[in-house]
């Protein structure tokens, strides 16, 4: 919005030549007693002169006027009258000056126009008066008070006796006098500039008055030339007053006029003046014709002045039933409802609206406190907040705001916000005020959007919002123990891609249902997301890892949804409350314990302590360092031997994967396969150690042709329809007969998919490769499954060597492999022989080979070579 222009003074030439013509009556005043018609006196005849010059100085000056809005052309027009004003007083003393025949109708000619353009340049300046009707009742108010008086002096004084012009000049001025005092006392705005304007004009109506009495009387003149300096004055503060420079934007008062408020100034007059009527009717007994016209007048504008009243009062009565009705309809069909309260809180008044609102018949509420209307456990907080409004110094501050339930008509309890205003000091309400708003919808959304806020939408759960916040809540408690549960679910985006998320999504329904079915009224159970659910639990360690097994086996049982059957896996971190130093922290070490749970495999519930981060770290290195381990040259393979039992000679090896970590030292296979497996490099691996193994083999001399190399093979290798290709190509690179491989499954693996197992090994069979079931009797694989794979050889898991004895026999279960191998024609090899007990343990049972540390530790090729060359000599 582009800035106003500023304001500017500008120079009104008609307005100027006006004001310079207002001094004109003083100097002919002092001319007539220069020129002998009044005996001057040469100091007043100097004094008025000054004057004269002083007032022509100061006219001059508020000949300038600053138009920047409406209000100073009207401050314009007002001064353009009194300057016309000024012209009429110079005109009127000229022509007392030259006293021609009929001198006393001119006299009163001139105080009449005098008068009138007085009287309309006071109307007009600016706050004097805002609309036309209000100038003219001003100007009735006025008239009637100078009417009224002049009526009551001619009758109780001598004035009928005095000339008709003389009488006609001192009612003339009277009644201009009458109402600019009206005036003057009326103005909003301007103050004192109006007081010095209007207070100019009287001065001059009664000077010029007493100059043509004076005149006409034919009395003294000596007194003219000070009558002169009066006038002279009193143009001075009309012209001054009138200028009005610096005005506001605003000029006119917005507020409606009272116009009752004129009363006792005019029926007080108006009583004087019958009064005096009265008394001249029983004094004299009878009105002349001059008295009965001031009666008449008297009357006719006291009359005029009622029909103005009553022209006021009308229109005041139809605005007042215009917003009457606007408030009613307003009132009506407000949302709100509102009260008139006294000071004990009493309803006196209620809206319409209370039935339509609230159902509130008004012979139910009003007549009552506010306070039976409230819900007594919030009565305390409303009266506080009614007592607070009350007490306060400004009776007209902030209205207070009361958040209550309020019983509506049908005994409902309906949730409320109130407004109570103080109104005291208002007198036409005198109460407070108290708007009532039905917010249960509002609250009721703020509810829902509150609960969805730490709701999570498809299983009902805590979200992590809420978990949070109960964390910290649970953390607070003084001496408060607890632990927290992050649950990792497996298999869960396995059956998004095969199955649908629609079935995945229910999957997660059921998962919820059983976690919480497990839980106590105290545990909060949360999911984080995606496939991570949480639970927190105010137990301790025993009691939290005894629920984190219960929710592992829960989660595990397979899910019957229409049409089909899944399998889910999961893995659980805890981490107590206490352990971390802010609700974040205890979240992340739980995640720890849940990672390191995962890597360890799957269904295991694991806690989190220091050395859990340390190997997560350790883990990561690790991850990020494998895929370059053989570019580098990290990786090495060693060798352990296979050993007949009988005569311990070595028939094999078993090629074991080494990683030399410049860092971290030598990492073993149990380690680093899971990580291999992590991040799709364990084909890889498989490929380069069963490259080098045949490498070393080859070039070994001693051995002999029955001398066989053992090398491990992750499922996915060998799941491979390419595998049994390399296989053969490696074989063929390096010159060794295929009958001296043998590649080893673990038994872990079988249960996976035995059929593809099957066709995978008997592929290696065509060959002439042999396999091996590494580590029989660590897993669940069925006995019955040895029918069916194609292995010729089983490595017993060192768990079944340990089994102790009783009373020096065999254990049970190393009899029955055995046995059943033999049947099958399997070549037994017991793994993890470290005592000479053990390997006495295993040749008992029947065992043919043995490999283990009580044997021959793992070494590397070239020891491996001497080793063989010792032995087999």
């Known amino acids: 919005m582009a800035a106003p222009p500023p304001a500017r003074l500008v120079t009104r030439p008609g307005t100027r030549v006006t004001f310079l013509l207002a001094p004109t009556a003083g100097v002919i005043v002092l001319a007539a007693g220069v020129a002998g018609l009044i005996p001057p006196l040469p100091a007043l005849t100097s004094g008025v002169g000054i004057v004269a010059l002083f007032a022509t100085v100061v006219l001059w000056h508020t000949a300038s006027i600053i138009h920047h809005d409406e209000g100073v052309f009207a401050a314009c027009r007002g001064a353009g009258f009194i300057g016309m004003a000024a012209v009429c007083t110079a005109l009127t003393c ?100 109006a007081l010095r304007c209007g207070f100019g004009v009287m001065a001059v109506l009664m000077a010029l008055c007493t100059v043509v009495n004076l005149e006409l009387s034919h009395l003294d003149g000596r007194l003219v030339p000070l009558f002169g300096v009066v006038i002279a004055v009193g143009l001075t503060l009309a012209a001054d007053g009138g200028s009005r420079r610096n005005l506001p934007e605003r000029l006119e008062p917005k507020e409606p006029d009272h116009y009752l408020s004129s009363y006792p100034l005019l029926a007080v007059p108006a009583g004087v003046g019958v009064v005096a009527a009265l008394i001249h009717l029983i004094v004299v007994g009878s009105f002349n014709t001059t008295a009965i016209a001031l009666g008449v007048s008297m009357v006719a504008v006291l009359t005029m002045r009622e029909l103005l009243v009553v022209s006021d009062i009308r229109r005041y009565t139809a605005q007042l039933r215009v917003k009457e009705a606007h408030f009613r309809s307003l009132v009506a069909g407000a949302t709100d409802l509102t009260l008139v309260l006294d000071d004990r809180l009493t309803i006196r008044w209620q809206s319409p609206a209370a039935a339509r609102l609230f159902g509130l018949a008004e012979s139910e509420v009003v007549g009552r406190t506010f306070l039976e209307l409230i819900h007594p456990d919030d009565v305390a907080g409303a009266q506080a907040g009614i007592e607070a409004l009350i007490a306060g110094e400004h009776a007209d501050g902030p209205p207070a705001l009361l958040n209550a339930r309020l019983r509506d008509g049908h005994g409902i309890w309906r949730d409320t916000e109130s407004t ?74 396995e059956i998004n891609d095969s199955r649908g998320r629609e079935t995945g999504d229910a999957v997660l329904i059921e998962v919820s249902r059983r976690i919480r079915s497990l839980l106590g009224e105290d545990d909060v159970a949360a999911r984080l997301g995606g496939d991570e659910f949480a639970v927190l639990t105010p137990d301790g360690a025993v009691l939290a ?80 360092e494998l895929l370059g381990a053989i570019d580098r040259g990290e990786l090495d393979v060693v060798f352990q031997p296979v050993v007949s039992l009988r005569d311990t000679q070595p028939v094999g090896v078993e090629a074991l994967l080494r990683w030399r970590h410049p860092k971290l030292g030598t990492v073993l296979p149990a380690e680093l396969l899971p990580i291999a497996r992590a991040v799709g490099c364990a084909a890889e691996l498989d490929e380069w150690v069963l490259d080098q193994a045949c490498r070393h083999l080859a070039g070994w001399t001693a051995g002999g042709s029955d001398f066989w190399l053992s090398v491990n093979v992750a499922p996915r290798e060998l799941l491979t329809a390419r595998f049994p290709e390399r296989v053969a190509e ?71 060597v340990n089994q102790p004895t009783e009373q020096g026999t065999t254990p049970a279960v190393i009899d029955v492999v055995v046995s059943l191998g033999r049947r099958l024609g399997l070549e037994i090899v017991a793994k993890g022989l470290e005592s000479q007990d053990q390997i006495d343990r295993a040749r008992q049972a029947g065992c043919h080979f043995g490999q283990g540390f009580a044997l021959a530790r793992p070494a590397p090729a070239e020891r491996m070579e001497a080793y063989l060359e010792s032995h087999r000599s």
């Open 94 to 193: 000229g022509v007392l000056l030259l006293d021609p025949p009929g001198v006393g109708v001119y006299g009163a000619t001139g105080i009449g126009a005098t008068g009138a353009f007085a009287v309309l340049g006071t109307m007009m300046l600016p706050g004097a008066a805002a609309t036309v009707a209000v100038r003219l009742r001003r100007a009735f108010d006025g008239l009637g008070l100078g009417v009224s008086l002049g009526f009551a002096a001619y009758l109780m004084t001598p004035m009928h006796l005095t000339p008709w012009a003389a009488l006609a000049s001192t009612l003339l001025a009277a009644a201009g006098v009458s109402i600019v005092t009206v005036i003057v006392l009326r103005a909003r705005l301007h103050r004192p500039a």
């Open 420 to 493: 109570v205003a103080d109104q005291r000091s208002v007198p036409e309400v005198a109460a407070l005020v108290v708007h009532v708003r039905d917010v249960g919808e509002r609250r009721h959304l703020e509810r829902t959007l509150h609960r969805l806020s730490y709701t999570d939408q498809l299983t009902g759960l805590a979200n992590r919002r809420a978990l949070m916040r109960d964390l910290l809540e649970f953390r607070r408690r003084a001496g408060q123990q607890g632990t927290l549960l992050v649950i990792d679910l497996h298999g869960l985006a």
């Open 545 to 624: 890892y005894a629920l984190a097994t219960r929710i592992v086996t829960a989660v595990m049982e397979p899910y019957e949804l229409p049409g089909m059957i899944v399998e889910l896996h999961t893995s659980v971190g805890l981490a107590e409350l206490a352990g971390g130093k802010d609700s974040e922290e205890v979240l992340r070490h739980a995640d720890l314990a849940r990672s390191r749970a995962r890597q360890l495999g799957k269904d295991r519930v694991e806690w989190y302590d220091t050395d859990v981060e340390i190997q997560l770290h350790r883990r990561m290195d690790l991850e990020r």
């Open 730 to 800: 490696i074989l063929r690179r390096h010159g060794i007969e295929p009958e001296r491989l043998v590649v080893e499954v673990q038994e872990t693996w079988i249960a996976e998919d035995v059929p593809v197992i099957v066709a995978s090994l008997a592929g290696l069979r065509k060959l002439g490769v042999r396999a091996a079931l590494d580590d029989f009797g660590a897993g669940q694989a069925s006995l019955a499954h040895l029918r069916r794979l194609p292995v010729d050889m089983l490595k017993l898991d060192q768990s079944l």
